[in-house]
T-cell receptor, first 117, second 110 residues
Framework: SAVISQKPSRDICQRGTSLTIQCQVD?????MFWYRQQPGQSLTLIAT?????????ESGFVIDKFPISRPNLTFSTLTVSNMSPEDSSIYLC??????????????FGPGTRLTVL | GQQVMQIPQYQHVQEGEDFTTYCNSS?????IQWYKQRPGGHPVFLIQ?????EVKKQKRLTFQFGEAKKNSSLHITATQTTDVGTYFC??????????FGKGTKLTVNP
C-alpha cells in the first residue's frame, strides 16, 4: 500500500489568488494523479504528473490554470491559479499501487478542501 | 473517451435491506474497479474485476463483471449503517489513469 499526505487539508481563499497543494507519498512512484471533486460530484482527472517530464493534462484543464511540479518520485504540487468560486472543490492526489502487485488500484490522499470566496 | 454510466445516483434504504449499484459502458472495459468514499473521506479501493463474467465476494458485498465486460454491479446484502457512503465504479484507460462513474450515494436508515 501507499500512505499519502496532502497539505493543506483545507483552505479558504480570495478570488484572484493562487493556492499550491502539496502531495507526499511514502514510497517512490512513477505516476501521480491529480483529481478534482466538486461538491457532491464524482472525481475528474486533472492531470498525470510524471517525474522528469511535463504533466499530461486532461481535456478542459490547462497548465496555466493548474501548473504541476514533480521534482522527485515521492512528491508533487498542484497550483490552482487565479482562483474563482467555481474552483471550490476537493483536490485529491493519488498513486497506483507501488508494490507492483497484480491489483493496480489507486491510493488516494486525504484531499484538500478549497473554498474560494 | 471512455465513459462509465452509473445508476442510481442516490439510494436510501432501511438497515437490513439490500442495495445494488450498476455501472455500464458502451465499450468493452479492460477492467472495472470499485471504490467507496465515506462522508468527508477519500475514495478507498474495494476490488478490481478483470475477467468476463467474474464474480467476487467480500463478506456482504458481491461484485460482478458482465460477460461482455461492458457492465458491472455491486450488491450489498443486509445493509448496515457502516455501509453509508458513495460507491464509485471506475474503468482504467491508458497509463493507469481512472475514469470514474458518477457514483451512487447510499444512505441507511437505522
Amino acid at each position: 500500500s501507499a500512505v499519502i499526505s496532502q497539505k493543506p487539508s483545507r483552505d479558504i481563499c480570495q478570488r484572484g489568488t493562487s493556492l499550491t497543494i502539496q502531495c507526499q507519498v511514502d514510497s517512490q512512484v512513477t505516476m501521480m494523479f491529480w483529481y478534482r471533486q466538486q461538491p457532491g460530484q464524482s472525481l475528474t482527472l486533472i492531470a498525470t504528473a510524471n517525474q522528469g517530464s511535463e504533466a499530461t493534462y486532461e481535456s478542459g484543464f490547462v497548465i496555466d490554470k493548474f501548473p504541476i511540479s514533480r521534482p522527485n518520485l515521492t512528491f508533487s504540487t498542484l497550483t490552482v491559479s487565479n482562483m474563482s468560486p467555481e474552483d471550490s472543490s476537493i483536490y485529491l492526489c493519488s498513486v497506483p499501487n507501488p508494490s507492483g502487485a497484480s491489483y493496480n488500484e489507486q491510493f488516494f490522499g486525504p484531499g484538500t478542501r478549497l473554498t474560494v470566496l | 473517451g471512455q465513459q462509465v454510466m452509473q445508476i442510481p445516483q442516490y439510494q436510501h434504504v432501511q438497515e437490513g435491506e439490500d442495495f445494488t449499484t450498476y455501472c455500464n459502458s458502451s465499450t468493452t472495459l479492460s477492467n472495472i474497479q470499485w471504490y467507496k468514499q465515506r462522508p468527508g473521506g477519500h475514495p478507498v479501493f474495494l476490488i478490481q474485476l478483470v475477467k468476463s463474467g467474474e464474480v467476487k465476494k467480500q463478506k456482504r458485498l458481491t461484485f460482478q463483471f458482465g460477460e461482455a465486460k461492458k457492465n458491472s454491479s455491486l450488491h450489498i446484502t443486509a445493509t448496515q449503517t457502516t455501509d453509508v457512503g458513495t460507491y464509485f465504479c471506475a474503468s482504467q484507460g491508458g497509463s493507469e489513469k481512472l475514469v470514474f462513474g458518477k457514483g451512487t450515494k447510499l444512505t441507511v436508515n437505522p
